[in-house]
């Protein structure tokens, strides 16, 4: 049900091929998954969201891959984003979630959904100490 | 700005000091955010949501309490709750998140928020291995 | 803070003066809250949103005013529109509103939050006996 | 297309089973709806919810069960919750919501996000009349 | 999976069906989609809200029909709504927009979700140049 | 009350600095607003960001550059980002939208908001006509 069609591997442009060799290669796996077949009807898109994508989530950093999955999680569930909740949780199994560790993620986002939701009708103001860049 | 009033400590109902104690003591310091002393306008959701919250975060988990903060924040800057970006900000500071991990931080939840918009725009169908509960 | 000017009721253009009087007269009171006050910027828009917002909350109809501000309440809270949620409160109030009927409104739309956002994470199939149109 | 997999009443441990048979009971009806059974993989989340659940929802209180599931309702269309529109539109017919309220319903809650929208493109002040808790 | 069913043109009230002809009429195609099949449920609302789209998006105005097409879809993907995007997309493709310009539209709605969700992260507070209504 | 303190250009690592002055160059002004001076704070996200929104927004492509502000903007607007929208705007402003033009942003945004909610609180199937990528 996509605004596009997908571009299977095979009618990929050279440009958007050499981006979807570099998503295989890295994730040690021929498979691609839709969001990059969509995104290969425009290579620069492509290539710029891939680039990206791969630095941040895929390059060894101060969080380790699990935590910035499980963030990701939090994001694509409170923007009720259908594909990214289930790319993001599978990814997230991929990466050692286990089923304990998937209930308490669900415990802090839905609490956290809930006090937002009373702050915000609350309107409650920032506390003094909590300001920093004033 | 708040909607109600907020009750001082030494205004609560016996009901709501006891919670208020409770926050007090769990968390080894007299402060007590503006949150806590607008659910002290109703004693019962005061002590259910103070409840949860502490049953949530300040318990020992599968997720490092840093980790739960971070989570919290992600939810909390996709809901646009300046209150409580502020104050989870400063509890994940409290917790030990350094520049350099808050920085990271920046990094997922912005490039969630891109690619969530990009797989919306495209209304990218599941890819049938990411489906479970079928 | 807003993106445009207040246009003061002396100030207002005939055809802005005509939607403020009616606005001053269907309320009973002389003062304009600031939301009419920015619209008035553009008169088509302000007689064209007020005749909306007049058809549909200040006319007699199947719920009871209160309800349909608490339903706006609701709505208001939930996108974060921090105006709205002000001036919708202090209108509930106006209208009735108990402080225990407010602390109910808190507890239903926090829960509400809480559970779409563990039903979004959890990606729910929706049951066959819920759907009608089909 | 769940995240997980539902939990049948067979399945089900026995301390889920437990939640299981009150939620029948309260309700007086043998049918279970999906999100229970997929809470049901989290025995404690799902005694948790469903107890928040029963106590705000099926419990007598100032604002009548109608009132509550429109509120609900309000919330669940603003956040997108497909799941969850189905289920408490079923559930307000259920409770006796009638097509001319459904269709109040509609009014109020598109004209407040369309309002909500305004307000915030124009980035209105809070008016001072509206400010309770300073 | 609508909440209500869907009106077949024949099965409409003489009020719905003449909004249902006016669309025929201004779209000059004989297609009438599914989102005005529901809310010919409420000839009424069906009415209102027609006129306004009409008023809106199909009368020659300052903003050309594509441009009132891209803003809408903006709008409808930041909202997450599933239908509103497969529909403005198909119409701004009826109205010319051509992939190049759809993959532009593209990276502006993703890199304002992007910066958006960065600024509300910060919680930067706004220059006084960028003040007008104080 | 940002999360962190701005970086005057005066106290920017030599990293950061080059990217101020691209920002100044490339708009022909010594102005610098906020968010650059927050993103300050991690060099290599302000580079990051920077080099995107110059390349997405300050450069000739096929949409012009109130298109695009406008565009920026209803995605702001929706996300109830106020810092974006005031900035937005402003440019937007500097970019030549008129008042008439602003306010038929305003109507095609607010009529979006309210059609989109409509449909979700209906949950209107996709027409077959407007799937295209399957």
Not at 51 to 58: D, F, H, P, Q
Not at 61 to 83: Q, R
Not at 114 to 132: G, M, R
């Amino acid at each position: 049900m996509a605004t596009v069609k997908l571009i299977g591997y095979e009618n990929a442009s050279p440009e958007a091929r050499e981006v979807l060799d570099d998503i295989r290669k890295t994730r040690g796996s021929d498979f691609i998954n839709a969001f990059w077949l969509a995104l290969a009807n425009d290579p620069p898109l492509l290539k710029q969201v891939w680039g990206e994508a791969k630095s941040v989530m895929a390059t060894a950093s101060l969080l380790d891959p699990l935590t910035k999955e499980m963030i990701y999680i939090a994001v694509s569930v409170t923007n009720g984003c259908s594909y990214c909740i289930h790319s993001h949780t599978a990814a997230a199994r991929a990466k050692g979630m286990t089923p304990d560790q998937y209930a308490e993620l669900l415990k802090v986002v839905s609490l956290a959904a809930k006090t937002n939701q009373l702050v915000t009708a609350l309107q409650i103001p920032v506390d003094d100490v909590f300001k920093v860049g004033e």
